[in-house]
């Protein structure tokens, strides 16, 4: 293995591996300054680099050429060179694009979270209250679908979707036909499967945990509960064809739902098969581990957990500048 | 009105379009046949061909090229050897040039006009870049709506190989080289040097996050140089005449002659092989050239590189902010910045009489790039449709004075923060448009029952257009 | 959304497929699918249209998976996924030809076939549609018709006129 490489994000220095995206040495120093990700999923080859979240301005190149990359860098797809000074969240110009991506992403996106199933742990539900405002400046009629029933566990609801492909890479990588694709092109680009098929696969439930807001949902949790009324448990048991390490989602004795694992980042530990997800669903199935640790971002944790983990931010002086209200209200709780 | 194919009539249409003193691609495109491998050998065609693979290595061509100062034509003008050099060249894997003939930035048809009279001069540049770039197999992508140039090239590419330019062998060198013509389907972004070569794979035309660039891994994961039809043209007098000849034509780093596509409401639109550095006024005005503004009408705009580059007010467009003669050349007319500067791009030459709204252009150029927009990364899949949106309110009598401002925001959020160019040019022709005719957007906001019934034109035809008859000549 | 439109038992001529077999030996072993837009064109100059069905031909042929085939001939604006008229009518819609009276030919275009754009004439003969810059923008107005996509210069009504009555006599 080659020397680790140095780089700097927002004033924080960390030691990586060469090849190491922007996005992944924020994650290894964590906290606040881990630019938010709708399209990147590390398990996923090929994805990031569109939605356009990440976006990081790069002020010093690296050692051996210290000059400034001359546009913000997507930092989910730009590799960290050594010597590397990264602006996350210590830039306005950052917060400034990133807010522009995040009105961009949200002008044809429905005002449905009431009745979305995702509502709670949707990334685009954190995005806009973090860098949203509350007014959209776009007064016309929204891109609309109509629902369709892809199989009968999981249903598209392509208005809500955010064309991330991350489910496009989970049904090229994990299953061996995919029959669901990005069809059209530029805002009159759609999910589709073009002419109608079922999506029918061991593994095609993973798009559902992808799927960063609720455009791909588990049919079989539909309407049945808000995910912050029901308690993660996490679970496992001897399955033939996945790992079998899953989070049970429970509301009272009930299991409604089960999902992968999902870390911090949202990102599933290890991807399930659809046994698991749709027909196993007695508490006697499964080997019960414990509760499940949320990250403190996630609405599902509030009514759950202690308190919000003091931000590794609070190490340095700017950080703690640029991140005065978040300070404030941790201090509160 | 004239079919294509019509030959005769086309070489006399051509002749009076295209008037200059020097040349270096367009030079023999008078004469009858140049379009049959014969005729362009009679005129010193395939020389180069000789010349680079009996007589040059590879590294001497790229050197030759180097000197040219040759810069990319298709619109970002990068230094065409300086790209050359960067082609990695590892053991045991295959290397592609490719030619970008996707024209379709609006205002640019230079392309077309050279793939249909002078196809040979295409073929003879591709075998000698690929010679030098140690590719084996080539492709020249067309898009797909040019059928009748891709028949044109393919009837070339086989003149070509019974006369051992082309295929096994070449000429005795022992040089291999296949050339094949590869038809686009009707996506401008395929201009894209990465969505090229996805669309080359059989793919959507969605451009690739660099790095890599191609350079490095282009088709099927093999380094490649994508070069646009005129710079790979231009490669044949740079080997003739060497480079250092070149680089003598055109004005400081704008070395050369450059084919201008002029459109608009000028007397004699066409293409026009100009050396690099014509003042503007003179391009504009003088009878070698465009002749003039259409119909003894005053000229109200210049787009001077393609849609995408920014729009400038007369005055601009023929002096820079400091009084100097505005040239034909990639830095004159990027003088200023973009405050009071544009670009060269790719050559699209687009002049506007004083009758034409700038509000409806803007909104027509934002509406074709809402439509090729290939909806990969979100500002642009979403931003440039919002601003079509906008301005369709504007020029249709429904605008709000704020949506002015909205407008240079969103196309602010758009620029830089994409995936590939296209944003930056859905972005700068509202920006500029607005930077430079404001109160024209403002007369839209304040006048709308006006601004709907005149639109300076052509919305309801209130106007006297231009007399066509007079245009086509 | 996009809907969709069915053909019923199709069959690729031998002709067809002999320059299918043509057009795969550009590219390299195990590259096929790069033929993907050539053989589309060909597939629609057969038909005027490409349809699912033909799609899951293209597939099979290139060994590919459908929905390849459905992702590309959605992007590219060439490929009609719906019967069209005889003859299609491309105008260029862009800024250039606009300037010199596009938008004039398009109405006249509209009020002469009395259909509005997409939708095909009452015989079956004509539709039209705007397209986006065909680069000819020195010649304009121009229009193209396929599928060897001729193109008409320097448009006005009459030409548009004498070009419509030429192609009626045609068929």
Not at chain 1, 185 to 205: H, L, M, Q, V
Request: net charge negative; charged share 25%; with cysteine.
């Amino acid at each position: 293995m080659s020397e680790k490489v140095k780089v700097t994000i927002d004033g924080i220095t960390i030691d990586v591996d060469p090849g190491t995206s922007i996005l992944n040495a924020a994650r290894q120093i964590g906290g606040d300054i881990v630019p938010p990700a709708m399209c990147y999923y590390s398990k996923l080859e090929g994805s990031g680099g569109k939605c356009r979240t990440c976006l990081v301005k790069v002020s010093k190149g690296s050692e051996k050429d210290p000059r400034p990359m001359p546009k913000l860098v997507a930092s989910c797809r730009t590799g960290v060179m050594d010597g590397m000074e990264v602006q996350n969240i210590t830039s306005p110009e950052v917060i400034e694009a990133r807010k522009g991506v995040v009105e961009i992403l949200l002008i044809n996106h429905p005002l449905d979270c009431p009745v979305c199933d995702q509502a709670g742990e949707c990334h685009l539900q954190d995005l806009s209250y973090e860098h949203g405002v509350a007014n959209t400046r776009y007064e016309f009629e929204r891109r609309t679908f109509e629902r369709i029933d892809i199989g009968d566990k999981i249903q598209l609801h392509m208005t809500r979707c955010i064309l991330c492909y991350r489910c496009v890479y989970v049904a090229d990588q994990l299953t061996d036909g995919r029959q669901h694709g990005i069809l059209g092109r530029g805002d009159a680009s759609e999910i589709s499967t073009y002419i109608e098929k079922a999506i029918d696969n061991d593994f095609s439930g993973n798009v559902i945990d992808v799927c960063p807001v609720g455009a791909l949902t588990d049919r079989t949790f539909r309407f049945k509960n808000r995910v912050w009324f029901t308690k993660p448990v996490d679970a496992h048991r001897d399955c033939p064809t996945c790992k079998g390490k899953v989070t049970l989602w429970y509301k009272g004795e009930e299991v409604l739902r089960v999902t992968g694992r999902k870390d911090q980042f949202g990102e599933v530990e290890d991807f399930i098969c659809n046994t698991c997800r749709f027909e196993t669903k007695n508490t006697s199935d499964w080997v019960i581990e414990g509760p499940r640790q949320i990250a403190h971002t996630s609405v599902i944790s509030a009514n759950h957990y202690e308190m919000l983990p003091l931000p590794v931010i609070k190490q340095n002086q700017a950080l703690i500048e640029a991140n005065k209200i978040e300070f404030d209200r941790a201090s509160k709780i | 009105m004239r079919k294509e194919n019509n030959l005769s009539h086309l070489i006399s249409h051509i002749s009076n379009l295209v008037k200059m003193a020097r040349k270096l691609l367009l030079e023999h495109i008078n004469v009858p046949g140049i379009n049959t491998l014969d005729v362009y050998r009679q005129h010193g065609g395939y020389r180069s061909v000789e010349k680079a693979l009996k007589t040059m290595s590879p590294d001497a061509i790229v050197e030759e090229v180097k000197t040219s100062g040759l810069r990319g034509r298709g619109g970002a003008g990068f230094p065409t050897g300086m790209k050359w050099s960067f082609l990695a060249k590892p053991e045991g894997k295959e290397r592609y040039l490719v030619c970008n003939a996707d024209e379709s930035e609006p205002g640019t048809f230079k392309d077309r006009y050279l793939m249909t009279y002078i196809p040979h001069a295409l073929i003879e540049g591709m075998i000698v870049s690929s010679f030098a770039l140690g590719a084996r197999t080539s492709y020249i992508y067309v898009r797909g709506e040019m059928m009748p140039q891709i028949r044109i090239l393919e009837k070339a590419i086989a003149e070509a190989k019974n006369a051992g330019f082309l295929g096994k062998n070449i000429l005795g060198t022992g040089y291999d080289l296949e050339l094949y013509v590869q038809p686009g389907g009707g996506a401008y972004i395929c201009g894209e040097e990465t969505a090229l070569i996805e669309s080359l794979e059989g793919k959507r035309g969605n451009p690739r996050i660099k790095p890599p660039f191609p350079a490095i891994s282009g088709v099927w994961a093999c380094p490649t140089v994508v070069n646009n039809v005129e710079t790979i043209a231009a490669v044949v007098p740079i080997i003739n005449d060497g480079g250092e000849e070149y680089a003598k034509i055109g004005i400081g780093r704008s070395t050369g002659t450059k084919l201008i596509s002029a459109s608009g409401n000028l007397n004699k639109p066409g293409v026009y092989e100009i050396d690099l550095g014509v003042p503007v006024e003179e391009f504009i005005y003088s009878d070698e050239y465009c002749g003039g503004i259409a119909n003894g009408k005053r000229l109200k705009a210049v787009v001077a590189g393609g849609s995408s580059v920014p729009i400038l007010p007369a005055n601009l467009s023929l002096k820079t902010v400091n009084g100097e003669s505005r040239l034909m050349s990639y830095e004159s007319l990027s003088d200023g910045g973009f405050q009071s500067g544009s670009m060269l791009g790719s050559g699209g030459f687009i002049a506007f009489d004083e009758d034409q709204c700038i509000v409806r252009n803007t909104w027509n150029f934002a509406r074709f790039y809402h439509h090729e927009s290939c909806g990969q990364c979100s500002p642009c899949r979403e931003g440039t449709g919002w601003m079509e949106k906008v301005l369709h309110r504007l020029e249709y009598g429904h605008g709000k004075m704020s949506d002015i401002d909205l407008l240079v925001d969103v196309a602010r959020k758009i620029e830089g923060n994409t995936i590939c160019p296209l944003g930056d040019a859905a972005a700068w022709p509202v920006a500029s448009a607005i930077r430079h005719f404001r109160d024209e957007f403002e007369w839209h906001v304040t006048n709308p029952k006006e601004a709907m019934d005149r639109n300076y034109g052509l919305a309801k035809y209130a106007d006297p257009l231009p007399k066509l008859e007079e245009v086509s000549q | 959304m996009l809907s969709v439109t069915e053909q019923k038992d199709i069959e690729f001529s031998s002709s067809l497929i002999s320059q299918f077999d043509e057009i795969v030996t550009r590219y390299p072993a195990g590259k096929q699918k790069a033929g993907l837009l050539p053989i589309l064109h060909l597939v629609q100059a057969e038909y005027g249209w490409v349809s699912p069905e033909a799609m899951d031909k293209v597939a099979a042929y290139l060994e590919i998976k459908p929905i390849e085939v459905y992702e590309v001939a959605t992007f590219y604006t060439m490929f009609f996924l719906r019967p069209q008229g005889k003859f299609v009518l491309e105008v260029c819609r862009t800024g250039p030809c606009c300037l010199v009276g596009a938008e004039k030919i398009m109405d006249h275009i509209e009020k002469t076939l009395g259909v509005k754009e997409g939708e095909v004439t009452a015989d079956g003969k004509f539709s039209w549609r705007g397209v986006e810059c065909l680069a000819a923008c020195g010649m304009a107005p121009v229009l193209q018709i396929g599928p060897e996509y001729t193109f008409y210069e320097n448009l006005t009504e009459q030409s548009v006129d004498q070009l419509i009555n030429d192609l009626k006599n045609k068929i």
